[in-house]
């Protein structure tokens, strides 16, 4: 079961940049990093995640036997966990149109790990209009929700039918979408890499996770 051996800080800059360093001086597989607090949380595209201390799961697994669906994986893994049916490509986890979860996977492909960060809102607080951010408020401890989560991970790591679960939750299928550099199109679902296709004026185009911060038109 993933979660052991565990390391907790009481604040830290980034769970994320912890979980690498041990994962550089050979950590086990399933190695976890939690804080009350991050100091310099990150998230995807060189953005900032902020949570006020003890609001949210903030958590981060070194991996060792991890394949190319690892982020799609994990957003499974936490709409199950949160009970969510709706996940924005790539994998922002929401609730009701807002975004209870954010995944933030950083590896070294060469050196044969990644390590996955997740910041999941638990506790209700204010959150910044321009965030369109919600909690899970759902009763239950940061503790319970965690347990669950690793729960719904250890099985969802190793899934076979991932992609289904994943596009029975697909929350961008049929809408427009735009992004720097491309015309726009309607979302069309994911391919089985993973990729968001989408339908353009000049035929279907599948984008890479990364490569573009997508917008909803
Ligand atoms: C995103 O939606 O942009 C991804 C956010 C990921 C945030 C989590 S919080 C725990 C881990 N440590 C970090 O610095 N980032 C991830």
Redesign the pocket.
């Known amino acids: 079961m993933i979660g052991r051996p565990r390391v907790h800080h009481a604040v830290t800059g ?3 940049e912890r979980a690498k360093e041990l994962a550089a001086t050979g950590a086990p597989h399933g190695t976890l990093v939690t804080a009350d607090e ?1 100091s310099a ?4 595209q060189g ?1 900032t ?1 902020v949570a006020p201390r003890r609001s949210a799961v ?3 697994l070194v991996l060792r036997e991890y394949d190319a669906l690892l982020p799609l994986r994990a957003a499974v893994a936490v709409a199950e966990a949160v009970g969510s049916e709706e996940i924005k490509w790539p994998n ?1 986890v929401w609730i009701g149109g807002r975004k209870v979860a ?3 996977v950083e590896g070294r492909p060469a050196e044969g790990w990644a390590v996955l ?3 999941l809102n638990v506790e209700p607080v204010e959150f910044p209009p321009d965030l369109h951010a919600v909690a899970l408020d759902d009763g239950r401890s940061l503790e319970d929700v965690l347990a669950g989560l690793l729960g719904r991970l250890d099985d969802r790591l190793k899934a076979e039918d991932v992609l289904a679960a994943w596009r029975a939750r697909d929350a961008l299928e049929g809408r427009a979408v735009g992004w720097v550099g491309g015309a726009g199109g309607v979302a069309a679902g994911i391919d089985e890499s993973g990729a968001l296709l989408v339908d353009t004026a000049d035929g279907r185009v599948a984008l890479q996770a990364g490569e573009v911060h997508l917008r909803l038109e």
């Open positions: 980034s769970t994320n991050q949380g990150r998230g995807r953005r995640w903030l958590m981060s922002d954010g995944i933030l960060g997740i910041g």
